[in-house]
């Protein structure tokens, strides 16, 4: 069953399970279209009101998705920084699609990607996107896990608290998580973020060492490794700030040999 209300720009497709579910649930699943799933005996009339008192925060998330999605629009001439490794994107009119070519300069940890133009089309701008990050992901883990985990170390040590093993891993959304005999795993996407957010990450997965869950317990005791733990906990509810950062212009010797031969210099 899919409903929209009247004043609402959201659909929303209805999902009920013949489960023991006592809760509904709503997540985004694309551009303006939610999924809300529901307890077998909740009937229409409560999931309208379900929908009607949640539509301040599906406003948010469809305006954090909009925003996410422009970033990810990968144009010409364009790189992407990151602290351990940068892409560099061009266009080339001499190769065919889905034909690209790759130049890797390991040394000062730098890629250039020459795309035919079609990769540029709107259609085609989130598996370009999902393409770079991937490969980007892999460089940056391939140069940065060993600072990651040395730096959890440091803060291990700083507070007294024994890991048997620190280890780094590439995984969608789950940004780190303690083992029941102490081993975290931190997820390689903490490169993309600033310092401050892969130091809560670590104090977070530390604070499990003590404490197996998220009691109240826990928080006071995170709060004691981390002060202000709640407000990173909650920046990192948006997954830009553990994405690959949105690419910004250029200025490299192969584009300013361009820039000539198209002004005739």
């Not at 709640?230 to 584009?255: E, F, H, I, W």
Request: proline share 5%; glycine share 4%.
């Amino acid at each position: 069953m899919t409903t929209n209300l009247d004043t609402s720009p959201f659909q929303v497709d209805i999902e009920r399970r013949a489960t023991r579910r006592r809760s509904a649930s709503l997540r985004h699943v694309a551009k303006n279209r939610f999924v809300l799933v529901l307890p077998p005996n909740a009937d229409d009339a409560w999931a309208q009101n379900f929908i009607a008192s949640r539509q301040g925060w599906m406003q948010k998330v469809h305006e954090r998705a909009t925003k996410l999605r422009r970033a990810q629009i990968i144009s010409p001439n364009s790189q992407i920084v990151t602290e351990y490794f940068t892409l560099r994107i061009f266009r080339d009119d001499t190769l065919e699609y889905p034909k690209y070519r790759t130049v890797l300069n390991s040394a000062e940890g730098v890629a250039e990607f020459h795309l035919p133009k079609k990769f540029f089309a709107s259609k085609n701008a989130e598996n370009l996107y999902t393409h770079l990050e991937k490969y980007l992901l892999a460089q940056t883990m391939k140069r940065g896990k060993d600072a990651l985990v040395e730096r959890a170390r440091q803060v291990a040590k700083q507070h007294g608290i024994r890991v048997k093993e620190f280890f780094v891993a590439v995984q969608k959304s789950r940004l780190g998580y303690c083992t029941h005999d102490d081993r975290i795993m931190l997820n390689a996407r903490l490169l993309f973020a600033p310092q401050k957010l892969r130091d809560y990450v670590i104090c977070h997965e530390l604070a499990h060492t003590k404490h197996k869950n998220h009691s109240k317990q826990y928080w006071a005791y995170l709060e004691t490794l981390f002060p202000g733990a709640k407000a990173c906990d909650k920046m990192l509810r948006d997954s830009s700030v553990y994405s690959m950062p949105s690419p910004r212009p250029t200025d490299t010797p192969l584009l300013k040999e361009r820039k000539r031969e198209r002004n005739g210099g």
